[in-house]
Each structure stands twice: as structure tokens, then as C-alpha cells.
Antibody, heavy 128, light 108 residues
Framework: QVQLQQSGSGLVKPSQTLSLTCVISGDSVSSNTAAWNWIRQSPWRGLEWLGRTYYRSKWFNDYAVSVKSRIIVNPDTSKNRFSLQLNSVTPEDTAVYYC??????????????????WGQGTLVTVSS | EIVLTQSPGTLSLSPGERATLSCRASQSVTSTYLGWFQQKSGQAPRLLIFGATNRATGIPDRFSGSGSGTDFTLTISRLEPEDFAVYYCQHYGGPLITFGQGTRLEIK
């Protein structure tokens, strides 16, 4: 079955870079029927989608407007994983960060994209 | 951007009772893009329903989803002790994913 295992630093200083990695088992980061996402959760912003990477004959990325100027989500095909890099962090970036798979599911001519697997979550605190 | 508003914010019920949770979208959405999640403290959200009405693998049949357009409902027919948690509705906007603010289901 699909599992997502997160790793990365839980404490980042203001203005520095947050870096997390999500290792995929049971699927491929190069899958043509999945997209690999980062989502965070905080008491003040709730659940917030940040960005994704996916492969459809070539690689694509999409990012939330709120973080677009300072986020990078990269695939790593050699290790079957993907990563999150968030630059110039502030205390408002303190949150639990999750990686998640969105699967392209089709049935009876209808398209049902949905998040079906999550990583375990990583609490990232931005503090000096 | 689709804004999802859930009600009530907190629902206090007893085991064995029926729970009805509401999710209203700021504009009409494609129902196949609407999902429901359960989250317990310290855990990642867990998929319950996708496509507004389809139970995910392993989800008991006491959970059901309904609705269309702007109004969607998650119903738990007979509450079990393990059902007390926070529930979120979610919309897939390709690529933007948005979530409601959650309904906390607590034991009365």
C-alpha cells in the first residue's frame, strides 16, 4: 500500500529556509495518475494547500498564491521522493506540514481527484 | 477561490445518535471534487468520502455523504465512541485545494 514518510528540520530561524522531504513507497513520484502535494495546518490558518509537483510526460509545478514567491517543490526520481523548500520564513510559517498524494481517479466517465494518502506530519517551528 | 463554510462549529452528541454536518461552498462546485476528512488529535486527516458521496476504502457504512451545487452534508448514522473528532470538507480546484474550517464533534 502507499505510504508517505516525512523527514526534515522541526526548528527554523526567521529569514532562513524550511526544508522537508517526503519519501514515497507503494507508488512512483513519476506516476501519471497522481500529484504530490504539500499542505500545512496551523490554528490561525487552518489547513492550507501550498503546492504540488506531478508528471504528465513532463514535470509540472503549481503553487499557492500566498507562498508563490518563496516556495519550491521538487521531485527526486532517483530516490522516489519529493521535497518542499520554503524561503524567508517568519513565525507565521509555524505549522504542521504534511505531504499528501492526490490521485486521479476515473469511474463511469467521471473524474474524482482526491487526497487519499498523507504523511505523518512534521511540526515546524519558526523561532530564533 | 472557493470558500467552504462548515456548520456547526461544534456538535455535542451522544454515542448512538445521528450526526449531520454541513458544508456550504461560496459558489457552485462540481460534486466529484468534494471530499470529507476526519482528523483526530495528533494525526493526519483521514479520507472518509470523495466525490461527495463515495466512501473511501475501509470506511464504515455509517458514514455517508450527500449534496450538490453549494450544499453538502456528511451524515454519521449512529455514532461510535471513535467517531468523536474534527471533520473537514475539502474542494479540489485543480490545483488549488481548499478546506473548510472544521466541525468538532464532541461527546455530550
Amino acid at each position: 500500500q502507499v505510504q508517505l514518510q516525512q523527514s526534515g528540520s522541526g526548528l527554523v530561524k526567521p529569514s532562513q529556509t524550511l526544508s522537508l522531504t517526503c519519501v514515497i513507497s507503494g507508488d512512483s513520484v513519476s506516476s501519471n495518475t497522481a500529484a504530490w502535494n504539500w499542505i500545512r495546518q496551523s490554528p490561525w490558518r487552518g489547513l492550507e494547500w501550498l503546492g504540488r509537483t506531478y508528471y504528465r510526460s513532463k514535470w509540472f509545478n503549481d503553487y499557492a498564491v500566498s507562498v508563490k514567491s518563496r516556495i519550491i517543490v521538487n521531485p527526486d526520481t532517483s530516490k522516489n521522493r519529493f521535497s518542499l523548500q520554503l524561503n524567508s520564513v517568519t513565525p507565521e510559517d509555524t505549522a504542521v506540514y504534511y505531504c499528501a498524494r492526490v490521485v486521479d481517479y476515473e469511474a463511469n466517465g467521471y473524474y474524482y481527484p482526491h487526497i487519499d494518502h498523507w504523511g505523518q506530519g512534521t511540526l515546524v517551528t519558526v523561532s530564533s | 477561490e472557493i470558500v467552504l463554510t462548515q456548520s456547526p462549529g461544534t456538535l455535542s452528541l451522544s454515542p448512538g445518535e445521528r450526526a449531520t454536518l454541513s458544508c456550504r461552498a461560496s459558489q457552485s462546485v462540481t460534486s466529484t471534487y468534494l471530499g470529507w476528512f476526519q482528523q483526530k488529535s495528533g494525526q493526519a486527516p483521514r479520507l472518509l468520502i470523495f466525490g461527495a458521496t463515495n466512501r473511501a476504502t475501509g470506511i464504515p457504512d455509517r458514514f455517508s455523504g450527500s449534496g450538490s451545487g453549494t450544499d453538502f452534508t456528511l451524515t454519521i448514522s449512529r455514532l461510535e465512541p471513535e467517531d468523536f473528532a474534527v471533520y473537514y470538507c475539502q474542494h479540489y480546484g485543480g490545483p488549488l485545494i481548499t478546506f473548510g474550517q472544521g466541525t468538532r464533534l464532541e461527546i455530550k
